[in-house]
């Protein structure tokens, strides 16, 4: 079964500053990996994704992911954090075909400071 | 714009009395999941149906039903709610992409707001 690790439960930058939230999985074949970001008492929202090709994923809000199959990494970056990115950050992985269940990680808080 | 939507957006209960749940979607995607969501923690599948074929999870109460009566809607049943299913319900909708040597590859999934339910 599919699975992910989110090692850090907070990750505190200040404004400005490049933010890394980091993932990494588990699963038996090739990966699709995802990221997704929760504000409070909404859902979540999909900020990119792998499923082939370029190991350098880009996604909204000026997030992007890089894919490390030798690591089984996809951290998720943003060069220059703002306040408004302050968020729940999932990292979830499930097999390319077959089971579609999707397998999350914990969760991270990310806590941009002014 | 397509979308997920989730009514209502907060429900509260009284221990015991049934309570439904409803979600729809206009991006016309045939598979539709039922997620559990407990305070900062990750998203716990229920079940999911793809087109009409309903999948339970194994570790889903019996307390917990759903119907999908159209494509476009999905409810998820709470028969007799108690105070450990207070928790914000996520309704997702996703596509699938195509078939490969029999196996069936599902897009990314799109999540409604949710609904924050309150069992007193």
Redesign the interface.
Known sequence: AQSVAQPEDQVNVAEGNPLTVKCTYSVSGNPYLFWYVQYPNRGLQFLLKYITGDNLVKGSYGFEAEFNKSQTSFHLKKPSALVSDSALYFCAVRAAYGNNRLAFGKGNQVVVIP | DAM?I?NPRYQVTQFGKPVTLSCSQTLNHN?MYWYQQKS????K?LF?Y?DKDFNNEADTPDNFQSRRPNTSFCFLDIRSPGLGDAA?Y?C?T?RVVGA??G????N???????T?LTVL
């Open positions: 997920v989730q598979v900062s923690q990750a998203p599948l999911h793809y914000m996520l997702a996703s490969a040597g196996h069936l590859s599902y990314e999934q799109f999540f409604g707001p949710g924050r």
